[in-house]
């Protein structure tokens, strides 16, 4: 039988940030728990949303919460139609859609790719990756689309984790990706090395630090069109030689020419959003997303040796973007 969700209030948490109240109001819930609660906008104050786990909560707030309902311990199965690019006994590559989450977590336990590869791969996924991502070597952002590689046995994992933890520095692993940034850099073709942490102003953001924790980051890029009449976007390859969280987004960001779509590293430039013609601002509110796709994968395969290679193109709504676009080059 399922947990119902339930709903905790207090009047007389003690004043301060706000998960520090609530975890002192509640102790049978983690500090944590109520972080990842308050950024799901689960956490009101006064009758008001608040997603922000320093606000200061004053003597006397009305503090309310909804706990959702225990979820299942493990993925399960579910019959979903996958976008299969290749397929044998040893892995499985897929052209995700966008949308598609990757793997269970906070807020998305269910319609994940991991839930759909049970489905399809039975007993034979790789549980490497822990009961919560069986067979996963890399992941994408579920806005982002494009190509992914899945073991679907131990070995198999072992050989794929090893190319990706190399990134590509031995000639094994290929990935590329296509985006649309705003403007145009100054350099057509060049590298971004700067590494990444996660943010300390906001953790659900990842940021170019020099702190003691960042890893390395490094992205190639190119540009391969510039759009527009004066211009005002760039159709860029990246390449990535490392594989760190929202890495070409990130990196974009800080050289000033962040992804069309992005509300999270591009949210400085709605405003040129608005100045779009009408067919490509359309086209970008249809799009709904950061405007990247990863089109290349190359790898060794982790049984024969063999060198795959798969492009995917761009689908229709990030095509829709760059044909609107490109309308106004003239």
């Known amino acids: 039988m399922s947990v119902p969700s339930r709903r905790l209030e207090t009047s007389s948490a003690p004043a301060g940030r706000l ?17 990842a609660l308050i950024a799901d906008g689960a956490v009101s104050v006064e009758g008001s949303p608040v997603t922000e786990a320093r606000h200061r909560v004053k003597p006397g707030d009305m503090l ?15 019959d979903m139609a996958l976008p299969i690019v290749f397929e044998d006994k040893d892995l499985i590559v897929i052209d995700k859609p966008s949308g598609l989450v990757v793997h269970p977590g906070a807020g998305n336990e269910t319609g994940t790719l991991v ?3 049970i489905a399809h791969c039975g007993d034979s996924l790789s549980g490497i990756g822990g009961v919560r991502r069986p067979g996963i070597v890399h992941r994408l952002d579920k806005d982002t689309s494009g190509l992914l590689v899945v073991a679907k046995n131990d070995r198999a994992h072992h050989g794929l984790s090893e190319q990706f933890a190399a ?21 057509r073709k060049g590298s971004i090395e700067a590494a990444i942490d996660r943010s300390t102003a906001n953790r659900r953001k990842m940021a170019v630090s020099k702190g003691a924790n ?5 992205t ?31 990196h974009m960001a800080h050289i000033g020419h962040p992804l069309l779509g992005d509300s999270v590293y591009g949210s400085g430039f709605r405003t040129s959003a608005r100045k779009l013609p009408d067919d490509a601002g359309e086209a970008l509110n249809a799009l709904n997303r950061q405007a990247l796709h990863a089109t290349t ?34």
């Not at 998960?19 to 972080?35: E, G, I, N, T, Y």
């Not at 520095?169 to 350099?187: F, K, T």
């Not at 994968?297 to 229709?316: K, M, N, V, W, Y």
């Open 19 to 35: 998960d520090k109240a609530l975890a002192a109001a509640f102790p049978d819930v983690s500090r944590a728990r109520f972080q």
């Open 64 to 78: 309310s919460v909804l706990l959702p309902a225990a979820a299942p311990a493990l993925p399960q199965a579910e």
């Open 115 to 117: 839930n759909a590869l």
């Open 167 to 187: 990134h590509g520095r031995d000639g094994r692993l290929e990935r590329s990706y296509l985006a649309i940034v705003w403007g145009v850099p100054e350099r």
């Open 214 to 218: 960042a890893r390395e980051a490094v």
């Open 220 to 250: 190639h890029y190119e540009v391969l069109e510039v759009l527009g009449q004066p211009p005002v976007a760039s159709l860029v390859r990246c390449v990535l030689e490392t594989g760190r969280t929202h890495q070409i987004r990130v």
């Open 297 to 330: 994968l190359g790898f060794e395969h982790p049984r024969t040796g063999q060198q795959l290679r798969f492009d995917s193109p761009a689908p229709e709504d990030f095509d829709n973007l760059l044909q609107a676009l490109r309308l106004n080059n003239t």
